[in-house]
């Protein structure tokens, strides 16, 4: 059930959607595609889906050259995030409808939407209409139709884009743990790297029609290629020369070795108190700490501090990346 993708590129007129893109995407995960607005994620999930095809290069599904076949026989699952449900159905019809279509026995069909309506949570929902859904139980639905048919692949195009913080998080959660109980290999598009460190098995960076980086949370977030994945993943602060995590530098003020500076600006985010020092170079370095440090510390605007790299910090020595490169 894996995804091997090779060589394949897009263009739109001129403009280069996907750049020569090599991608094996492995059979039973979740992988995020990850990357900022424009960069070509949705074009290549299209690409997967055979919504839209690749001018050049090959898609592989589960070891069938599907390069040429059409959406219907890829045996594909799509969610996109805004779902088109059929309005005059129920939720229990809806997700039926894969079944019904392929000509399943009624008491097969009820027993698979039964299956699926508990899965996806929607149990005493069966008999309502799409539009007596939140936002949230509709896009359930959509994965529970998405399933039915039991594809090799769960194709899902920013799926929770459209809702709200909360009701995200919580589909979030939902998700990872549908996809722990049916492992059907789930390809996601997100440019949200919160949603995506959170939720896949696998990350895949993609911007500017190439990919960055594909790896684990982890090693993307601790061993990141770039300066762009370092950058998209988390924030970024830089000491001297050295890009850093603003939580893997320390702050003392009892002398000893370390850049000397002075706190510029103290601002409380939640949980995090985020401080800003300024270098006797002016350069601004942003340092994360608990409520519970800074208090320990106690320092506020003005305390003269050190700062340095937290002992066990990865600092991967990063390439410049071009598209960062100042214009000129
Ligand atoms: N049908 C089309 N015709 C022309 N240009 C297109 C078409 N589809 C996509 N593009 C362009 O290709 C580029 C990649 O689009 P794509 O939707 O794949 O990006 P994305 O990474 O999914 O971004 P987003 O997160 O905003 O959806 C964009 O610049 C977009 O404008």
Redesign the pocket.
């Known amino acids: 059930m894996s995804i091997e993708i090779s060589h394949v590129g ?1 263009r ?2 001129d ?1 280069v ?2 750049d020569d893109v090599s991608l094996s995407i492995k059979a039973g995960r979740l992988t995020a ?1 990850l ?12 690409i997967i889906a055979g919504l ?1 095809r690749a001018d050049t290069g090959r898609v592989e599904i589960d070891g069938v050259d599907a390069t040429r076949l059409p959406p219907q026989q890829r045996n594909v699952g799509f969610v996109f995030q805004h779902y088109a449900a059929f309005k005059h159905l129920s939720v229990r019809r809806n997700v039926a409808f894969g079944l019904e279509i392929r000509k399943r026995s009624k008491e097969e069909i009820r027993r698979r939407v039964d299956e699926l309506l508990a899965l996806v949570h929607l149990g005493q929902f069966g008999d309502r209409l799409p539009t007596q859904l939140s936002g949230g139980q509709r896009q359930r639905m959509a994965l529970a139709r998405a399933l039915a048919v039991e594809p090799t692949v769960l194709l899902l ?2 799926p929770f884009g459209a809702l709200d913080a909360k009701v995200r998080k919580e589909l979030r959660d939902w998700l990872r743990r549908l996809h722990d109980e049916v492992h059907v290999t789930t390809v996601f ?3 949200d790297q919160e949603e995506a460190l959170e939720v896949a098995d696998e990350i895949v960076v ?1 911007n500017d ?1 190439r990919v960055e980086q594909v790896g684990a949370p982890d090693d993307l977030y601790d061993r990141p290629a770039n300066e762009f994945v370092m950058r998209f993943l988390g924030p970024v602060t830089q000491l001297g020369d050295q890009l850093v995590r603003p939580h893997d530098l320390q702050l003392t003020t009892d002398g000893g070795d370390g850049v000397p500076g002075r706190i510029t600006r103290v601002t409380r985010i939640g949980f995090e108190i985020r401080v800003e020092v300024t270098t006797a170079d002016g350069q601004p370095v942003t340092v994360t700490l608990t409520r519970n440090e800074l208090l320990a510390l106690g320092i506020g605007i003005g305390t003269d501090v050190r700062l340095r790299i937290a002992p066990n910090t990865p600092t991967p020595t990063l390439p410049p990346t071009p598209t960062l490169a100042p214009a000129h």
């Open positions: 897009k739109f007129a403009f959607a996907l595609l990357g900022p607005s424009g960069g070509g994620k949705s074009t290549l999930l299209r839209e195009d920013e598009v997100t440019h993609i029609g």
